[in-house]
């Protein structure tokens, strides 16, 4: 089989979540090549292999360094390392290729973390006024503005993204 429908049969399989097909077909192939690397990366960062999925995206990232979803899972790679700096890092490098809307919503959801408001809300808004019915965007800025006890603006957020919001003897309950 050829590398091409090589990687769009494991790229199926990845999408099916059936990720040791995906690298099974790959790894006949002994050639670096960035596509190959990029998704046995994805699928060690789904399945919580770190170090594989680090030394993958790493490898695919020098090969081909304008691929925004390489870097958005690189960025996802070591935000669940607990490495802030590096995620924030690759965050921004997706988001220098083509403005990846996750990565600013990621790089927000860092900050916010670190209780740092003030650049956690510099990326939410930034993401907002791109796409005003984010509904990444909109739950995680309503979830800063409610830490801030600013409640009317944080339920406003929240209510964008989710859509009604009951009121019952138990509290707030979002209608989806």
């Not at 979540?17 to 960035?34: G, M, R, S, V």
């Not at 925004?68 to 290729?97: Q, R």
């Not at 930034?126 to 984010?134: A, G, I, M, S």
């Amino acid at each position: 089989m050829d590398l091409d429908n090589s990687i769009q049969k494991a790229l199926n399989f990845l999408t099916q979540k059936k990720f040791n097909d995906a690298l099974n077909i790959l790894q006949d192939f002994k050639q670096e090549d960035h596509r190959i690397l990029f998704i046995r990366g994805t699928i060690y960062l789904a399945q919580k292999k770190m170090d594989l999925a680090e030394k993958n995206l790493l490898a695919s990232s020098k090969i081909n360094n304008k691929n925004f979803s390489t870097f958005y899972n690189l960025g996802i790679m070591y935000d669940n390392k607990g490495e802030d700096k590096f995620a924030i890092d690759n965050f921004i490098k997706a988001i220098k290729i083509n403005g990846h809307l996750d990565s600013m919503c990621e790089i927000g959801k860092i900050y916010l973390r670190q209780n740092n408001y003030e650049e956690a809300k510099k990326y939410f808004e930034e993401v907002l006024k791109k796409d005003c019915y984010n509904r990444r965007a909109n739950i995680m800025f309503g979830n800063l503005y409610l830490k801030m006890n600013d409640h009317t603006r944080g339920w406003d957020h929240i209510y964008k993204a989710t859509g009604l919001i009951r009121f019952s003897d138990s509290g707030v309950e979002i209608v989806e």
